[in-house]
């Protein structure tokens, strides 16, 4: 009887974030390593692709702004820390943007499997575009999954970070293409009697369920 591969369980989002411990280029780096910080942790395919240089830029213009979030960048591919570090500097020749970042040289897997970078749908050896958002206390928060074929935005993993910290500090939700400075939503009450009280309360009231509020 033919046995199936077990795959690695997937990460959860409200969870701690799986361990590691990786040889990176700017040294040896493990999750302990950004205890009190946020991190965005993600996953290319391969060094030396078109779309995956275009993504590296963007998160490379965009890392001071990160920076002002109290939030750190770190890469990861299936490929060794010569070719990070040949990448890195063709990037910096060809397009003038300098790397700042650490990148993770991920050849035995261990960190692309125990975050579910590896699709076997889209590829057993290479790690797909996969994002995650990690919190200051270690936790999962926000994971995104891109094909091979299609580049992310930066701008809105930049935009999601900017939405977690604010719902975290004024235990609020945030519409669709919230923006820093736009009405956020008030969460829903839990009883009949502050349903009907909630029309009373200064919100911009649509519905019971539905309120904003400006911060």
């Known amino acids: 009887m033919e046995t199936q591969t077990q795959q690695p369980a997937m990460p959860q989002l409200n969870r701690p974030a799986p361990d590691f411990i990786a040889k990176t280029t700017h040294g040896e780096k493990s999750l302990a390593d950004y205890k009190g910080k946020w991190l965005v942790l993600f996953a290319h395919p391969s060094d030396f692709t078109p779309v995956c ?26 490929d060794s ?48 575009r996969a994002t995650f958002v990690i919190d200051p206390e270690g936790v999962l928060r926000a994971m ?39 009405a956020v939503i008030v969460p829903p009450p839990h009883t009949d009697a502050d349903a009907e009280a909630r029309k009373d309360q200064g919100y911009e009231y649509t519905d019971w369920y539905f309120c904003k509020k400006a911060l």
């Open 53 to 78: 240089t275009t993504e590296f830029s963007a998160f490379a213009t965009r890392a001071d702004q990160f920076k002002e979030l109290n939030t750190e960048l770190l890469g990861l591919s299936i």
């Open 144 to 182: 995104l999954y891109y094909p091979m074929t299609n580049g992310r935005s930066v701008d809105e993993i930049l935009r999601l970070v900017k939405s977690l910290q604010t719902s975290d500090e004024h235990g609020v939700a945030t519409p669709e293409a919230w923006q820093p400075g736009e």
């Open 81 to 128: 820390i010569h070719a990070h570090i040949a990448w890195t500097r063709s990037i910096k020749q060809n397009f003038g943007v300098e790397i700042p970042f650490p990148i993770i040289a991920d050849l035995n897997m261990k960190v692309a499997n125990a975050y579910g970078m590896i699709q076997p749908g889209a590829s057993d050896t290479a790690a797909v």
